[in-house]
């Protein structure tokens, strides 16, 4: 059983930065794909970037690509999203998520092991 919790977010301009840590605890983190899902007031939870097991494939949706970098530390088991350039759609509680299959992460069909979120809130 693996227990994932975030922490680092809180409220930031517009603009501004923020990074996000997920660690892990429970299992063998290097077995698992881990990934970033959002969810915004009113809307569905949503895919944000997903990291293979060693961190050689990464895998963004379009509306963060070349602002948000995923990366992962398997000696600390940790995860992280450095988020730069926040804008105000960005504002969403942010979850960490790990899988067996790094696929079931970027196609959003499953997760094991989820976290229970950490809000994000972006003011102009």
């Known amino acids: 059983q693996v227990q994932l919790a975030e922490s680092g977010g809180g409220l930031v301009q517009a603009g501004g930065s923020l990074r996000l840590s997920c660690a892990a605890s429970g299992g063998t983190f290097g077995d698992y794909a ?52 926040l804008n105000l759609e960005d504002t969403a509680v942010y979850y960490c998520a790990a899988s067996n299959l790094y696929t079931s992460l970027v196609e959003g069909i499953r997760a094991d092991y989820w976290g229970r979120g950490t809000q994000v809130t972006v003011s102009s």
């Open 34 to 85: 881990l990934g970033w899902f959002r969810q915004a007031p009113g809307k569905e939870r949503r895919l944000v970037a997903v990291v293979s097991w060693n961190g050689a494939n990464r895998y963004y949706v379009d509306s963060v690509k070349g602002r948000f970098t995923i990366s992962r530390d398997n000696q600390k088991n940790t995860m992280f999203l450095q988020m730069n350039n």
